[in-house]
């Protein structure tokens, strides 16, 4: 992974990682993945847990920790704290290590809670590496759209973790469904890489084929998902579909929740909502909210779209 630019103070926390991980010493690497443990198993993050969840000697790891520390990947003091580059690096090297990342491309897409960036694999293949960022909100904010107990809330790096392995598993599941969601490739930590897709936000307003039709395939894959898996997205809105103009893609699943969810009828209605509100806003397109759900629980035709 090269460095990406001149100056660190103008990267970004996955570009500094990015920058690093060709210069950390064995003791860095060894001191930086025991204090994860630590942390993840809310231990005690003093040097001398640190050095005995690693195994190694306690000059070794305060060495390394004291190097990281420069580095400003760690807090030091009493005890240690991982800073956001430290846990991008750790991601970043397992792939690397895997052979997916040799490179770090440009940044596809930033949002409130997650960044995007492409990578280049070693064989020249291209793959886009969603990172986690749900610190950008208040723990209380993420409880609600995670609908999240609070014992899985105890750190930023437990929320980012989960929300990971929660859209991987997801998307994983998805696949049986659908075509129209990502591929998820692995999961690594607070990341999950993906094949990278070739279209855009919805919420650009793109050019499209045909408007009627786009919507029709947004509203039949929530119902693939919904019939086939028993999933509800959530959160759905613009901001997550891609579209290339004909094709969609349903993409951000952490915030799923299953049809025997005790409020699934009143998401899925949400869901809908916000997607039937933008394609009239947008593209002058109406549907009947209320029509939609009967069509995607399998109570109703696809209802009569209005034009104009």
Not at 140 to 166: C, G, I, M
Not at 232 to 257: A, F, M
Request: hydrophobic fraction near 40%; include cysteine; aromatic fraction near 8%.
């Amino acid at each position: 992974m090269p460095a990406l630019r001149p100056s660190a103070s103008t990267l970004s926390s996955t570009e500094v990682a990015a920058s690093l991980i060709m210069h950390l010493k064995p003791e860095e690497w060894q001191a930086l993945r025991a204090l994860e443990r630590c942390t993840l198993g809310k231990a005690t993050t003093s040097a001398e847990s640190i050095a005995k969840v690693s195994g190694q000697p306690l000059d070794r790891v305060v060495f390394g920790l004291s190097e990281l520390n420069k580095r400003r990947l760690v807090g030091s003091g009493r005890t240690y704290e991982m800073y956001g580059p430290a846990v991008d690096l750790l991601a970043l090297k397992f792939y690397a290590d895997k052979d997916y990342a040799h490179a770090l491309g440009k940044l596809i897409a930033k949002g409130k809670e997650s960044d995007v960036y492409e990578v280049l694999s070693g064989k020249g293949d291209l793959y886009a590496l969603k990172l986690f960022r749900l610190g950008r909100t208040s723990f209380r904010d993420v409880a609600r759209k995670r609908h999240a107990s609070p014992r899985q809330l105890n750190t930023w790096l437990d929320v980012n973790y989960e929300a990971a392995r929660r859209e991987f598993n997801a998307l994983t599941r998805l696949r049986e469904a659908t075509k129209n969601v990502p591929v998820a490739v692995a999961t690594n930590r607070h990341t999950v890489l993906l094949e990278e897709l070739p279209g855009v936000r919805l919420a650009t307003r793109p050019e499209l084929v045909d408007a009627e039709d786009v919507l029709r395939r947004v509203v039949e894959t929530v119902r693939d998902v919904y019939q086939g898996q028993g999933m509800i997205n959530g959160d759905l809105s613009e901001y997550n579909i891609l579209t290339d103009g004909e094709r969609v893609w349903l993409i951000d699943w952490p915030q799923w929740v299953g049809r025997d969810h005790p409020n699934a009828r009143e998401l899925m209605a949400r869901d809908l909502g916000a997607v039937a509100r933008f394609f009239a806003r947008g593209y002058g397109v109406a549907a009947d909210r209320d029509e939609l759900v009967r069509f995607v629980a399998g109570t109703g035709p696809f209802p009569q779209l209005r034009t104009g």
